[in-house]
């Protein structure tokens, strides 16, 4: 009994002594990289008037096949950046690719190094009919008001568009030549599917492009720690993003009399189907990017925390559960289900002879379209449910790695323009969509972050009502651009 007791108290302290001794490995490797601060000048006035001036402009993509982009406002929009950057436009070449978007050629001093693109998107969500009162600034007024620029695109996506030329304006007027090649890809329609930002790539994989050294998009911003369980302010920078599919389950009846129904209707069978998903759903699993993010988070964690993340061997389970009780955090670990349009039945006393559903999954890269339908069919279990792909669908993109030289220009740019110790730079998974995924197979440095400290609340405000960027906010990302276009020569 007393080895036995020996035994169990001698397993116990070597447990606790690998569990403190993994901890303690971790808070040394946490510091954040040490930079020194740089100032860059902006043209402050300027530059917010012109990021105003592009919102007026609706560069409108409506719900696919509803309503054609108005290409006269995509236009004038391209007029508007020609005469607002007079020396991007001189020096760098642009073209029109795919009727609408826009690709700027900036030629390196050497070119025989991999290039960099920076990505944005020149077209806009609409403003849900009927809610245009609620704004407390109308969407497409372009007003500067109270610290903000409001309106449709100041944080999806006109801002990256503008801060970064801005940027590049900036960089000209000191007489910056990148060594690299720097390419700006602005897509049309990226609410809508991204065949401009498709075109782009084509144009550029033509022209010899194999592998660039960076690649920026949207996606990430600099949120409040209280978002991911931390005190300072996290920079999350996208290294992967979700795959998209939806599938539409069809159950045939036979229809007839409702007075003499069948066991299910056509309805009752569907509903059956639709209860079994969301009752079984896709497992949890804390890898990838997700995996990565909490890794580079916990060294700013209380304690108790650190100690759980360093040691997922024993914690991963609790953890997981803890982050998946909320939305948020379970689309950050799982392939997601969502019921999304429902549709049977036309009269009270008629039995349905068909009823629909369509699902919407969100794809956490490890799983495939092929592999989520396949689970979808098994759960459902039920040959009279035919399950079909509908619009568009995507694969998870590639998952980049923040360990490599893109991730490390852009953490570096960022802590040049923002000096906080306790700011961490993470990677994560973004569970929306970008272009960017285009790129995520040739370049393993493909991510997407824009340098504007956000709150929880402007988060809904994307696609939402009262879009606005606080002006500071703005001028950092132009900070940022300045840094990161500069940086790439040091890649
Ligand atoms: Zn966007």
């Not at 989520?372 to 980049?400: L, M, N, W």
Request: hydrophobic content about 45%; charged content about 20%; glycine content about 10%.
């Amino acid at each position: 009994m007393t080895k036995l007791l020996l035994a169990v108290l001698a397993a116990v302290a070597l447990c606790a002594a690998v569990l403190v001794g993994n901890t303690a490995r971790v808070a040394r490797t946490a510091a954040p990289v040490a930079v020194t601060p740089v100032s860059v000048v902006v043209d402050s006035a300027g530059a917010i008037a012109r990021l105003a001036a592009s919102v007026t402009l609706p560069t409108i993509s409506y719900e696919e096949g509803t309503q054609a982009p108005d290409s006269a406002a995509f236009r004038a929009l391209h007029e508007q950046l020609r005469t607002g950057f007079p020396l991007v436009h001189a020096r760098l070449t642009r073209e029109t690719v795919a009727g609408l978007s826009l690709l700027y050629t900036w030629p390196g001093t050497d070119s025989s190094l991999a290039p960099v693109i920076v990505m944005g998107h020149l077209d806009v969500v609409p403003v849900i009919p009927g809610t245009e009162a609620e704004w407390t600034q109308p969407a497409f007024g372009g007003v500067i008001a109270d610290g903000f620029v409001w309106g449709r695109g100041t944080l999806d996506d006109k801002v990256a568009v503008l801060a970064a030329l801005e940027a590049a304006e900036g960089a000209l007027r000191g007489g910056f030549q990148p060594k690299r090649t720097i390419y700006f890809a602005f897509g049309h329609d990226e609410e809508v599917g991204g065949s401009g930002a498709r075109a782009i790539k084509e144009t550029l994989v033509k022209r010899g492009i194999k592998g660039p050294a960076l690649v920026i998009d949207e996606g990430g911003v600099i949120a409040p720690g209280s978002m991911v369980g931390t005190n300072g302010a996290v920079a999350l920078v996208g290294a992967s993003e979700k795959g998209f599919l939806s599938l539409q389950l069809t159950v045939r009846g036979a229809g007839g009399h409702s007075s003499t129904p069948p066991e299910h209707s056509a309805i009752g069978q569907l509903a059956m189907a639709i209860a079994k998903l969301e009752s079984s759903p896709f497992p949890l699993v804390l890898d990838g990017p997700t995996r990565a993010m909490m890794e580079r988070l916990r060294g700013t964690m209380p304690y108790g925390k650190r100690l759980a993340l360093s040691n997922l061997w024993l914690f991963g389970p609790m953890i997981t559960k803890g982050m998946a009780a909320k939305p948020s955090g379970a689309a950050m670990l799982r392939t997601t289900t969502a019921v999304t349009i429902v549709k049977g039945g036309v009269k009270a006393n008629v039995l349905p002879i068909e009823a629909r559903a369509t699902v919407n999954f969100r794809i956490r890269p490890g799983e495939t379209i092929a592999s989520v339908t396949e689970r979808v069919q098994h759960v459902i279990g039920d040959s009279g449910v035919t399950i079909e792909a509908v619009g568009f669908k995507t694969d998870p993109s590639a998952v980049s790695d923040p360990a490599g030289r893109g991730f490390a220009a852009i953490e570096r740019s960022l802590r040049e323009i923002n000096p906080d110790p306790a700011l961490v730079v993470a990677p994560y998974l973004v569970v929306g969509g970008t272009d960017s995924r285009i790129w995520s197979e040739l370049s393993s440095q493909t991510f997407r972050f824009l340098a504007i400290p956000v709150t929880a609340d402007a988060l809904t405000r994307i696609h939402g009502t009262n879009e606005r960027v606080p002006v500071g906010g703005y001028l950092m990302a132009v900070r940022f651009y300045d840094r990161l276009l500069r940086n790439t020569d040091g890649m």
